[in-house]
T-cell receptor
Framework: EDQVTQSPEALRLQEGESSSLNCSYT??????LFWYRQDPGKGPEFLFT???AGEEKEKERLKATLTKKESFLHITAPKPEDSATYLC???????????FGKGTKLTVNP | DTAVSQTPKYLVTQMGNDKSIKCEQN?????MYWYKQDSKKFLKIMFS???????INETVPNRFSPKSPDKAHLNLHINSLELGDSAVYFC????????????FGSGTQLSVL
């Protein structure tokens, strides 16, 4: 079965300390790789979609990249307001399903 | 205006009861979904409707019955609630089925006692 695995499960950073979150997926015809942000008590909020290896997208302090087997969400000089759970998801093969990973809970301390 | 709204926000009920969660989207989208997020925060699709037609029906107990009166609404009815049904249920929509970003509601936290 297609799977999406995220690491680490939790990450604590100091404000300004850059880092990366990882999302690996089983390869069976990737159609799209999505990143979402989820704040406590709220629904996931769309960040990026990546479609092919080598693609990159940026938004403020976040940059998402994609290789043939994994995606990274790079966070540059994070601020406390970046604290959230970041979810990765993919659609693969002929399926219309969006399969989510379990997320990385990011905490940025001031 | 809220793009995807679902009610209620919280639902506390006894085992064996029947309950419904309502969802409405004002984005003009054709496709709507129900997702379940368990206590470990794992988000998993339950159902998908495209223009009121059921597209995806995961291995969900038949106690769960989605109903789409029109393409802007997708309600979820749950019969004979069990303890294991406790979770957060999210409604979502997208402009079309397939590789499209989803817009999520704020969730309904269901607690079965």
């Amino acid at each position: 079965e297609d799977q999406v695995t995220q690491s680490p499960e939790a990450l604590r950073l100091q404000e300004g300390e850059s880092s990366s979150l990882n999302c690996s997926y089983t390869v069976s015809g990737l159609r799209g790789l999505f990143w979402y942000r989820q704040d406590p008590g709220k629904g996931p909020e769309f960040l990026f979609t990546l479609y092919s290896a080598g693609e990159e997208k940026e938004k403020e302090r976040l940059k998402a990249t994609l290789t043939k087997k994994e995606s990274f969400l790079h966070i540059t000089a994070p601020k406390p307001e970046d604290s959230a759970t970041y979810l990765c998801a993919s659609t693969q093969g002929g399926s219309e399903k969006l399969v989510f990973g379990k997320g990385t809970k990011l905490t940025v301390n001031p | 205006d809220t793009a995807v709204s679902q009610t209620p926000k919280y639902l506390v009920t006894q085992m064996g009861n029947d309950k419904s969660i309502k969802c409405e989207q004002n984005l003009g989208h054709d496709t709507m979904y129900w997702y379940k997020q368990d206590s470990k925060k794992f988000l998993k699709i339950m159902f998908s409707y495209n223009n009121k037609e059921l597209i995806i029906n995961e291995t969900v107990p038949n106690r769960f019955s989605p109903k789409s009166p029109d393409k802007a609404h997708l309600n979820l009815h749950i019969n004979s609630l069990e303890l294991g049904d406790s979770a957060v249920y999210f409604c979502a929509s997208s402009s079309r089925q397939g590789v499209e970003k989803l817009f999520f509601g704020s969730g309904t936290q269901l607690s079965v006692l």
